[in-house]
């Protein structure tokens, strides 16, 4: 892209090589043109050479048509440059030219500016200098590879180091010794054989009173000087080791401390909160205390530092920084008498009482008549800051800390969390440049989620990119994808995740340490207090009072409640550290007990299921202890369920991560009933089953490997996935049968020959179904055999068998009744209902329906009310009354869509559809059972598609279409042909009772093949699994 024409263009060096419009970063292109635009800049405007730019792009091994690659890029610099005011780009016979406005690159500013420095005054060279070195935004030319790019980096932060040690020695004559102090102590860190810088901080420390420092740093950097370079310390160190010697300690308060870090160049995020901060501080005639709290690597310290930088000409008296956090935690009074030295007040008088309150009292005397800010970082707790507040002074304090420090009465507080994407997107753009940061935006979108949007990760992932500029954005995503590398990978200088997560995890308590860690063995995306419960096997209200601790350091987050149980998640990072605990911990067993304490738990819980189903699959696994028990009689089952299941699931696929198929497949299998099929977690189902599964098979056990593909069997059946719920009911048939589990298999052939009825295939199913009865009932399984009956029924009244159906349904109704089963009880009912309005019997099939609805409202079961509504619906159609089922229906209606019931949605909108053929409404009825037939289609029912095509027939004929009839009622025939059902036999009468006869040939000649079952499956819930009994008709 180019510039805007006419704007003023700004090119930096000092740092990433940008061009800036304004505020916003130009696109230059790819490196090399990056490159290409420092060697021409760098000259300021004079010629250089075809030669010399070919070696400052590419040293000793140019390509072989440098010049070609060269003309290139210019070609692309140009385009890039030429709208903008002052820029020209030349060519002359031996090169280029760049010409540039004067001060528009920062460079040449900064020599400026040096330049100047040399003749002013103490009170504007300090400003003067202090404008050089604020033009520095990291390391000079960041980024660009090569042999000219390096040397010129290293010259010009030589530069760079003696214009600090300049500004430091001009502060600390003019009494800023203090903040020089301060300033050093970050540059040494970087560059800690500097020796002006060295000589300059002995300087600073014995002018604010440490001596005895400024002679400790001495002697530490003459040893690494000798060990480093094998030489003594220059002429520069030994005269300031001298003077230090033999200077008295300077005793004059120091007027104006100035001890902020550096502001960040390039701090980018939480504009509001810092406008808003920044708005507090500067309350006329006010004391505020403003608290900044949020998790490890939020930014807080960056955040306070960027805010005091922003306000110090609010604070003409002073700015002072201390850190009280860190590995030894400042105790206040020791806090009190560093905070008094930075004051000016002398070693021995800021020590001289230990009674911490007359420490207080004299800091707040210090501060009286001053206006003075005080930037308190990384607190523990309220205990520490109590001291620092400044009263009535007119000064402020401004405090940082993981925790809220509710108890710190504040004029103000700040949360500071993760940044939106669009303020992590900025952060990376100016720190690696627009043209890395843009030419793969989703690349860039895929490293911020992988840094879960945290400040100091972003930051750092950003400034791996720019010490690395042959990287491109997806390579150090790629590298983050791995979460056993990425806390390693976000680490750059003195810049690293991990250690900032560490400081939080080394504040708790060691209860909390080992439920942290716990909490990284299962590695749950969403947990309660009963996981740690399960996790350390302790009591709920411990495990509460754990949660909370791990929560106020800021490992936790609070992320919604259910009812009693607050739900907590772990940022990314924060999960990924506890995992690496977890791995140096004993992982494999605390997982098995945690899953054996929540297999309890939810065995307990099904047991309050209006049908407690038996599972198939009961593993030998730890006992949990007494006071577990205990916390098991505390837990209401739904409200537990929405606020653990993501831990549930969390925990079988750790189990099967790690091979412990019993735990696995035994909390896979109990948690289908208790909640997956009741709830409709269809994901969390395919979640556990696929995971536990595969663990079964890796392992050879064959019998936990049948329970899940019975469990994969009744999900594919719940989601319409008839072909592959045969195969896996199939397959664990077998599977049950090699392991001689006689309940298993009888299980998983009562759920073949549901599969094979839902289909119309009762020539198929009745075999099936007939064969688990039986072994059902020499089990002594009542509930079991209750389903098969049931089953039975159903088939039996699909193909008109109407006396064999009531046999068994009354079979599977008293069944039911001795077990308490309401549920199958209603369905049971509802199904003799439906035998005699088959029958044509409308008295007692209103009768049996309305039951079934009365129990089903009873109940609180909405889902099954929509089923029954439906069956009576059907019945007032048939006496001649339709209108008075369209509003249950509507409602019925709601409720199936809601399920995402596929099966229960179709059947609603069918029967809508012969309601309003009934009540003579012939557009809605077509609509309704045109929606209802492509529903059917989607779900590969081709039975219940043929009815309604065979009800769509009579929307036409009674329209006085009736060509359009004769292929519906065609194509509906040979389905109920094929299948052999009671729609055969009336098929004929159905066509004469509207009317609408024609000769058989005429028929068969019309008659088409309904085409394949879509793909696509809808979903249900748990009335279709194959245990339960099936609520249609």
Same mark, same amino acid.
Not at 241 to 258: C, D, K, M
Not at 499 to 520: C, D, I, K, T
Not at 809 to 817: F, G, H
Not at 979 to 1004: H, K, M, Y
């Given at each position: 892209?180019?510039?805007?024409?006419?704007?003023?263009?700004?090119?930096?060096?000092?740092?990433?090589?940008?061009?800036?419009?304004?505020?916003?970063?130009?696109?230059?292109?790819?490196?090399?043109?990056?490159?290409?635009?420092?060697?021409?800049?760098?000259?300021?405007?004079?010629?250089?050479?075809?030669?010399?730019?070919?070696?400052?792009?590419?040293?000793?091994?140019?390509?072989?048509?440098?010049?070609?690659? $060269?003309?290139?890029?210019?070609?692309?610099?140009?385009?890039?440059?030429?709208?903008?005011?002052?820029?020209?780009?030349?060519?002359?016979?031996?090169?280029?030219?760049?010409?540039?406005?004067?001060?528009?690159?920062?460079?040449?500013?900064?020599?400026?500016?040096?330049?100047?420095?040399?003749?002013?005054?103490?009170?504007?060279?300090?400003?003067?200098?202090?404008?050089?070195?604020?033009?520095?935004?990291?390391?000079?030319?960041?980024?660009?590879?090569?042999?000219?790019?390096?040397?010129?980096?290293?010259?010009?932060?030589?530069?760079?180091?003696?214009?600090?040690?300049?500004?430091?020695?001009?502060?600390?004559?003019?009494?800023?010794?203090?903040?020089?102090?301060?300033?050093?102590?970050?540059?040494?860190?970087?560059?800690?054989?500097?020796?002006?810088?060295?000589?300059?901080?002995?300087?600073?420390?014995?002018?604010?009173?440490?001596?005895?420092?400024?002679?400790?740093?001495?002697?530490?950097?003459?040893?690494?000087?000798?060990?480093?370079?094998?030489?003594?310390?220059?002429?520069?160190?030994?005269?300031?080791?001298?003077?230090?010697?033999?200077?008295?300690?300077?005793?004059?308060?120091?007027?104006?401390?100035?001890?902020?870090?550096?502001?960040?160049?390039?701090?980018?995020?939480?504009?509001?909160?810092?406008?808003?901060?920044?708005?507090?501080?500067?309350?006329?005639?006010?004391?505020?205390?403003?608290?900044?709290?949020?998790?490890?690597?939020?930014?807080?310290?960056?955040?306070?530092?960027?805010?005091?930088?922003?306000?110090?000409?609010?604070?003409?008296?002073? $700015?002072?920084?201390?850190?009280?956090?860190?590995?030894?935690?400042?105790?206040?009074?020791?806090?009190?008498?560093?905070?008094?030295?930075?004051?000016?007040?002398?070693?021995?008088?800021?020590?001289?009482?230990?009674?911490?309150?007359?420490?207080?009292?004299?800091?707040? %005397?210090?501060?009286?008549?001053?206006?003075?800010?005080?930037?308190?970082?990384?607190?523990?707790?309220?205990?520490?800051?109590?001291?620092?507040?400044?009263?009535?002074?007119?000064?402020?304090?401004?405090?940082?800390?993981?925790?809220?420090?509710?108890?710190?009465?504040?004029?103000?507080?700040?949360?500071?969390?993760?940044?939106?994407?669009?303020?992590?997107?900025?952060?990376?753009?100016?720190?690696?440049?627009?043209?890395?940061?843009?030419?793969?935006?989703?690349?860039?979108?895929?490293?911020?989620?992988?840094?879960?949007?945290?400040?100091?990760?972003?930051?750092?992932?950003?400034?791996?990119?720019?010490?690395?500029?042959?990287?491109?954005?997806?390579?150090?995503?790629?590298?983050?994808?791995?979460?056993?590398?990425?806390?390693?990978?976000?680490?750059?200088?003195?810049?690293?995740?991990?250690?900032?997560?560490?400081?939080?995890?080394?504040?708790?308590?060691?209860?909390?340490?080992?439920?942290?860690?716990?909490?990284?063995?299962?590695?749950?995306?969403?947990?309660?207090?009963?996981?740690?419960?399960?996790?350390?096997?302790?009591?709920?209200?411990?495990?509460?009072?754990?949660?909370?601790?791990?929560?106020?350091?800021?490992?936790?987050?609070?992320?919604?409640?259910?009812?009693?149980?607050?739900?907590?998640?772990?940022?990314?990072?924060?999960?990924?550290?506890?995992?690496? $605990?977890?791995?140096?911990?004993?992982?494999?067993?605390?997982?098995?007990?945690?899953?054996?304490?929540?297999?309890?738990?939810?065995?307990?819980?099904?047991?309050?299921?209006?049908?407690?189903?038996?599972?198939?699959?009961?593993?030998?696994?730890?006992?949990?202890?007494?006071?577990?028990?205990?916390?098991?009689?505390?837990?209401?089952?739904?409200?537990?369920?929405?606020?653990?299941?993501?831990?549930?699931?969390?925990?079988?696929?750790?189990?099967?991560?790690?091979?412990?198929?019993?735990?696995?497949?035994?909390?896979?299998?109990?948690?289908?009933?208790?909640?997956?099929?009741?709830?409709?977690?269809?994901?969390?189902?395919?979640?556990?089953?696929?995971?536990?599964?595969?663990?079964?098979?890796?392992?050879?056990?064959?019998?936990?490997?049948?329970?899940?593909?019975?469990?994969?069997?009744?999900?594919?059946?719940?989601?319409?996935?008839?072909?592959?719920?045969?195969?896996?009911?199939?397959?664990?048939?077998?599977?049950?049968?090699?392991?001689?589990?006689?309940?298993?298999?009888?299980?998983?052939?009562?759920?073949?020959?549901?599969?094979?009825?839902?289909?119309?295939?009762?020539?198929?199913?009745?075999?099936?179904?007939?064969?688990?009865?039986?072994?059902?009932?020499?089990?002594?399984?009542?509930?079991?055999?209750?389903?098969?009956?049931?089953?039975?029924?159903?088939?039996?009244?699909?193909?008109?068998?109407?006396?064999?159906?009531?046999?068994?349904?009354?079979?599977?109704?008293?069944?039911?009744?001795?077990?308490?089963?309401?549920?199958? &009880?209603?369905?049971?009912?509802?199904?003799?209902?439906?035998?005699?309005?088959?029958?044509?019997?409308?008295?007692?099939?209103?009768?049996?329906?309305?039951?079934?609805?009365?129990?089903?409202?009873?109940?609180?079961?909405?889902?099954?009310?929509?089923?029954?509504?439906? %069956?009576?619906?059907?019945?007032?159609?048939?006496?001649?009354?339709?209108?008075?089922?369209?509003?249950?229906?509507?409602? /019925?209606?709601?409720?199936?869509?809601?399920?995402?019931?596929?099966?229960?949605?179709?059947?609603?909108?069918?029967?809508?559809?012969?309601?309003?053929?009934?009540?003579?409404?012939?557009?809605?009825?077509?609509?309704?059972?045109?929606?209802?037939?492509?529903?059917?289609?989607?779900?590969?029912?081709?039975?219940?598609?043929?009815?309604?095509?065979?009800? $769509?027939?009579?929307?036409?004929?009674?329209?006085?279409?009736? &060509?359009?009839?004769?292929?519906?009622?065609?194509?509906?025939?040979?389905?109920?042909?094929?299948?052999?059902?009671?729609?055969?036999?009336?098929?004929?009468?159905?066509?004469?009772?509207?009317?609408?006869?024609?000769?058989?040939?005429?028929?068969?000649?019309?008659?088409?093949?309904?085409?394949? /079952?879509?793909?696509?499956?809808?979903?249900?819930?748990?009335?279709?699994?194959?245990?339960?009994?099936?609520?249609?008709?």
């Amino acid at each position: 892209m180019s510039c805007p024409k006419g704007r003023v263009v700004r090119f930096r060096l000092l740092g990433p090589v940008e061009a800036a419009e304004e505020e916003r970063v130009v696109a230059l292109g790819a490196l090399k043109q990056r490159h290409l635009l420092a060697a021409l800049l760098f000259d300021g405007g004079h010629p250089v050479t075809f030669e010399t730019l070919i070696d400052r792009l590419w040293g000793d091994e140019p390509p072989a048509d440098a010049r070609g690659a $060269l003309y290139g890029y210019v070609a692309r610099l140009r385009r890039v440059v030429k709208d903008s005011t002052g820029v020209t780009l030349v060519r002359w016979s031996g090169g280029y030219t760049l010409q540039v406005p004067a001060g528009s690159v920062d460079l040449f500013r900064f020599r400026q500016l040096l330049e100047a420095a040399r003749t002013a005054g103490p009170d504007e060279r300090l400003a003067v200098l202090e404008e050089a070195l604020g033009l520095w935004r990291g390391d000079a030319l960041a980024g660009l590879p090569g042999e000219w790019a390096q040397r010129t980096r290293e010259s010009l932060d030589q530069h760079r180091l003696g214009a600090l040690a300049d500004w430091a020695l001009t502060a600390i004559a003019r009494g800023r010794h203090a903040e020089a102090a301060d300033r050093l102590a970050v540059a040494l860190a970087r560059d800690p054989l500097c020796e002006p810088l060295i000589a300059a901080m002995m300087r600073a420390l014995h002018a604010s009173g440490r001596t005895v420092e400024a002679l400790e740093l001495f002697a530490r950097s003459r040893n690494r000087i000798i060990d480093d370079l094998g030489t003594e310390p220059g002429p520069l160190l030994r005269e300031a080791h001298t003077g230090v010697l033999r200077a008295p300690v300077a005793a004059v308060r120091e007027a104006r401390p100035f001890l902020l870090p550096p502001d960040l160049p390039d701090y980018t995020g939480f504009d509001r909160p810092v406008a808003a901060t920044v708005d507090v501080l500067r309350t006329p005639g006010a004391s505020p205390v403003v608290v900044v709290s949020g998790p490890g690597g939020a930014g807080k310290t960056a955040f306070a530092v960027h805010v005091a930088h922003a306000v110090r000409d609010h604070y003409p008296d002073g $700015l002072l920084f201390l850190n009280v956090g860190g590995a030894d935690p400042l105790e206040p009074a020791e806090a009190l008498s560093r905070l008094l030295r930075m004051l000016g007040v002398t070693d021995a008088d800021a020590q001289g009482n230990s009674d911490l309150r007359e420490r207080e009292t004299r800091y707040r %005397a210090e501060l009286a008549g001053r206006r003075v800010l005080v930037v308190v970082d990384d607190a523990v707790g309220a205990r520490q800051i109590h001291p620092f507040r400044p009263g009535d002074t007119g000064s402020a304090l401004l405090v940082t800390s993981r925790n809220r420090l509710v108890t710190v009465p504040a004029t103000s507080r700040v949360e500071l969390g993760m940044m939106t994407a669009a303020e992590a997107r900025a952060l990376v753009t100016r720190v690696i440049g627009a043209d890395r940061a843009e030419a793969d935006p989703h690349q860039t979108e895929r490293l911020i989620g992988l840094c879960a949007r945290l400040p100091l990760a972003v930051r750092v992932a950003a400034a791996r990119l720019a010490a690395r500029p042959h990287w491109s954005v997806r390579q150090l995503a790629d590298r983050l994808d791995d979460e056993r590398r990425r806390l390693d990978e976000l680490a750059v200088d003195d810049l690293e995740v991990r250690a900032g997560l560490a400081v939080g995890h080394r504040g708790l308590s060691p209860p909390a340490q080992l439920a942290f860690q716990a909490l990284g063995c299962l590695d749950p995306p969403v947990l309660t207090a009963v996981t740690v419960a399960a996790l350390l096997d302790i009591g709920l209200d411990e495990a509460d009072d754990l949660v909370e601790e791990i929560t106020d350091a800021r490992l936790l987050d609070v992320v919604g409640s259910d009812g009693p149980f607050t739900r907590y998640r772990m940022h990314d990072l924060v999960r990924i550290y506890a995992g690496e $605990l977890a791995r140096a911990g004993p992982l494999r067993e605390t997982v098995t007990g945690a899953v054996a304490a929540l297999l309890r738990l939810v065995e307990h819980l099904a047991q309050q299921l209006p049908v407690a189903t038996p599972r198939l699959y009961h593993p030998e696994l730890p006992e949990p202890s007494a006071h577990w028990a205990a916390t098991i009689g505390r837990i209401d089952l739904p409200r537990w369920f929405d606020a653990e299941e993501p831990a549930l699931i969390a925990a079988v696929e750790r189990a099967a991560s790690l091979d412990l198929v019993a735990a696995a497949c035994g909390l896979a299998d109990a948690l289908v009933f208790a909640s997956f099929a009741a709830r409709n977690n269809f994901d969390g189902w395919e979640r556990t089953h696929t995971a536990a599964g595969a663990a079964a098979r890796r392992a050879g056990d064959r019998l936990a490997e049948a329970a899940m593909e019975c469990g994969i069997g009744q999900l594919r059946y719940a989601q319409d996935r008839f072909p592959e719920s045969r195969a896996h009911f199939s397959r664990a048939a077998e599977l049950f049968e090699a392991a001689g589990h006689d309940r298993g298999q009888a299980v998983a052939l009562n759920g073949l020959g549901t599969v094979g009825r839902e289909l119309g295939e009762h020539a198929i199913a009745l075999p099936q179904i007939n064969r688990a009865l039986a072994m059902l009932d020499r089990l002594g399984d009542d509930a079991g055999v209750a389903h098969a009956h049931y089953s039975l029924g159903f088939a039996h009244r699909e193909l008109g068998d109407d006396e064999i159906a009531l046999e068994h349904l009354a079979s599977a109704l008293t069944r039911y009744r001795r077990l308490g089963h309401r549920r199958g &009880e209603l369905i049971a009912i509802r199904g003799m209902g439906l035998v005699h309005r088959a029958r044509g019997e409308l008295g007692p099939a209103e009768e049996f329906c309305s039951a079934a609805h009365t129990i089903a409202t009873g109940i609180g079961d909405t889902h099954l009310a929509a089923y029954t509504a439906q %069956a009576l619906a059907k019945v007032w159609i048939r006496q001649g009354d339709p209108d008075r089922g369209l509003e249950p229906l509507r409602v /019925a209606l709601a409720a199936t869509t809601v399920r995402r019931d596929g099966h229960g949605t179709a059947l609603v909108t069918r029967t809508l559809g012969e309601l309003h053929l009934a009540a003579g409404r012939l557009p809605e009825a077509a609509e309704s059972l045109e929606s209802a037939a492509q529903q059917w289609r989607d779900i590969g029912m081709e039975l219940s598609r043929a009815r309604t095509l065979r009800d $769509l027939g009579a929307v036409r004929c009674a329209a006085g279409d009736h &060509e359009a009839a004769h292929p519906l009622w065609a194509a509906a025939g040979d389905v109920f042909q094929n299948l052999g059902v009671r729609e055969n036999d009336e098929l004929t009468a159905w066509r004469a009772r509207f009317g609408c006869i024609c000769p058989s040939s005429q028929l068969r000649s019309t008659r088409s093949t309904l085409p394949p /079952a879509s793909a696509a499956r809808s979903a249900s819930d748990q009335r279709r699994a194959a245990s339960s009994p099936n609520s249609r008709g």
